[in-house]
T-cell receptor, first 111, second 110 residues
């Protein structure tokens, strides 16, 4: 069954801690994306990757980092430099000009 | 000016009613258009793509007006299960990035 898997579903971060959100897809899509959604607001693009070993900053990349070592995987690290990390994080993938498919998200909160 | 703008609503309608709302986009080079549905605390899910000639999927009809740079979504015979936030998504040609509107909230009441 093809899809996008995000883990964990819920994550808690302590002050000064880096945390990594996982995103895996088996849709054979070239492009992958990370978005942040705050309550009552739209999606904001953090990073995206068009191809393995390449990625670009989105609109709100500060305090985040990513890697794309494999086509299937696009993990997002929320660093301690991100002072307001509490949000709903969504990973998406896209192939062949088709619409994006989303994972079911990770909710990150501060302890 | 935001690239994609939507009326946030909420649109509160009774079951069986018709509800319609628009989304405007600022970049005339936009080529692909989509409507996504997002339920509370869930991920967005594709509702339908929007084609130049307009298209229909059951009770949902999408239209594109390139001259005025907007797309619309019409829901006929509203069901309680149609209650959600509807996101407008726009893509420029040869651009991997998509632009999302902030969403229009629809609440269907019994």
């Amino acid at each position: 069954d093809g899809g996008i898997t995000q883990s964990p579903k819920y994550l808690f971060r302590k002050e000064g801690q880096n945390v990594t959100l996982s995103c895996e897809q088996n849709l054979n899509h070239d492009a992958m994306y990370w978005y942040r959604q705050d309550p009552g607001q739209g999606l904001r693009l953090i990073y995206y990757s068009q191809i393995v070993n390449d990625f670009q900053k989105g609109d709100i990349a500060e305090g985040y980092s990513v890697s794309r070592e494999k086509k299937e995987s696009f993990p997002l690290t929320v660093t301690s430099a991100q002072k307001n990390p509490t949000a709903f994080y969504l990973c998406a993938s896209r192939g062949g000009g088709q619409p994006q498919h989303f994972g079911d998200g990770t909710r990150l909160s501060i302890l | 000016r935001k690239e994609v703008e939507q009326d946030p609503g909420p649109f509160n309608v009774p079951e069986g009613a018709t509800v319609a709302f628009n989304c405007t986009y600022s970049n005339s080079a936009s080529q692909s258009f989509f409507w996504y549905r997002q339920d509370c605390r869930k991920e967005p899910k594709l509702l339908m793509s929007v084609y130049s000639s307009g298209n229909e999927d059951g009770r949902f009809t999408a239209q594109l007006n390139r001259a005025s740079q907007y797309i619309s979504l019409l829901i006929r015979d509203s069901k309680l299960s149609d209650s959600a936030t509807y996101l407008c998504v726009v893509n420029r040609a040869n651009d991997y990035k998509l632009s999302f509107g902030a969403g229009t909230t629809v609440t269907v009441r019994a």
